[in-house]
């Protein structure tokens, strides 16, 4: 009997012994969680740095990671320390020349006369600045990067001849601030961000005249993940505006080219399109200026400005049309874009923070579990012992297999 209770006791330890590696290796793990994030917050990145190679140039900032590309206006940019983070991507492909059939105001592609394409896959070169640092005042560091080209215009997507070669110039001007800087219209005054937004100056000066309504830019907005909603916050007629879901993931492209969505636009200084987590978590912003500008010689005027959208299954494509019928001139347009910051996770640590409730119970019923499991087998175990050490050399013999 003695030697019973000394094998239950034995294995009551071991038992023990297993639990407490269990409970250790659950509480290093969570502190390797925690652990960088606060060695992070020690030793702040400084506000920017970049490389350039010959396909992209990338902005790094203490929470934005940008990268322009080369070959045509597309950026790519995700958040920095979040390393679940998706990437976005905001780019623009194509400007089209449209005539308003039907005077609604409304820009769908069967109303497109011409296209000038933006790629280099349609022999269009883009001139790319240096990277220029500098001080302001207000904005304090910055950085901006510029591209321009020459762009071509087509009478159909068939075509592989152009009927304008240099129909017009466009630029780009992309610009990240160290602080916040307040920016005014005739509507009111708006805010960029410092170091999580990236604003882009375009402009499209139009050299050679060509009859139509007027010039569409299509913007591409897509997201990866599960961030796929679009919050559009439009003015359909209430006392304030609303918020309107879109998802990216339907394809509408199959309701063909007489088909789209207006965006009913608001008479607030910007137009404001969020990216959202299908949580309704907002992980991006993109803003567009309500007053765009034509300058036509000494002349500045203010075209009226449309919007309409679709989705594909994958992308959101925004069209902002400005009705510049027949003139040769500069229209320039501010679009602004970049990330909250509240909607990511700036580490490991911080995810595991903010889920340490549900982590716990978790764990606490795996350990429970396993716990349960490890006992059942000890003391199935210690019983076949106890029971073997008590047979008598009769029975151990009995219970032996006969000799073939």
């Keep these: 009997m003695s030697a019973s209770l000394s094998f239950a006791v034995m294995a009551k330890s071991s038992m023990h012994r297993r639990l ?11 502190l390797m969680f925690c652990a960088p994030a606060e060695a992070r917050s020690q030793d702040e990145a400084p506000f920017l740095t970049y490389t350039a190679d010959s396909f992209k140039t990338t902005l790094v900032c203490s929470n934005l990671t940008a990268s ?36 609604d105001g409304l820009f769908v592609r069967s109303e497109i006369e011409y296209l000038a394409y933006l790629d280099d896959l349609h022999d269009v070169t883009w001139n790319i600045s240096d ?21 071509a215009l087509y009478d159909s997507r068939e075509a592989v001849t152009p009927v304008v070669d240099n129909w017009a110039r466009m630029h ?19 805010v960029v961000q410092g170091k999580i937004d990236i604003q882009v100056n375009m402009s499209l000066e139009i050299t050679h005249r060509v009859n139509s309504s007027g010039v569409v830019i299509e913007h591409s907005l897509k997201a990866g993940l599960n961030t796929y909603t679009f919050l559009l916050t439009e003015d359909v007629g209430l006392d304030s505006p609303v918020q309107t879901q879109v998802l ?33 978590t907002v992980q991006v912003h993109h803003k567009m200026s309500s007053v765009p500008l034509m300058r036509c010689g000494a002349d500045v005027t203010k075209p009226q400005m449309s919007c309409s959208y ?9 069209h902002t049309a400005f009705m510049v019928r027949d003139a040769n001139g500069t229209i320039t347009h501010e679009v602004t874009f970049g990330i909250d910051e509240a909607g990511f996770y700036e580490g490991v640590g911080d995810w595991f923070r903010e889920n340490l409730p549900v982590i716990m119970i978790v764990t606490g019923t795996i350990v429970a579990a396993i716990s349960v499991v490890l006992f059942v087998m000890i003391y199935r175990k210690s019983v076949r012992k106890i029971t073997d050490a008590e047979k008598s050399p009769v029975q151990k013999q009995d219970e032996k297999p006969p000799d073939n």
């Excluded at 904005?139 to 321009?148: K, T």
């Excluded at 610009?175 to 708006?190: A, S």
């Design 68 to 103: 322009i590309l080369n070959n045509w206006p597309n950026v790519a940019f995700y958040h920095t320390k979040d390393r679940i983070s998706p990437v976005f991507y905001i780019g623009t492909p194509i400007v089209y020349l449209f005539n308003d059939t039907n005077g």
């Design 248 to 280: 990216s993931r339907v394809d509408e492209t199959v309701n063909g080219e007489d088909f789209a969505h207006r965006f009913n636009l608001t008479d607030l200084p910007t137009q404001r399109i969020e990216i959202a987590k299908d949580d309704g």
């Design 131 to 151: 990277v220029q640092l500098g001080v302001d005042p207000s904005a304090g560091q910055y950085v901006v990067l510029s591209r321009w080209a020459d762009l």
């Design 310 to 318: 679709y989705t594909t299954g994958s992308d959101m494509i925004l």
């Design 20 to 30: 407490d590696l269990i409970v250790c290796t659950i509480t290093i793990t969570a």
């Design 172 to 190: 780009f001007s992309f610009r990240i601030t160290e602080n916040p800087v307040t920016f005014h219209n005739d509507l009111g005054d708006y």
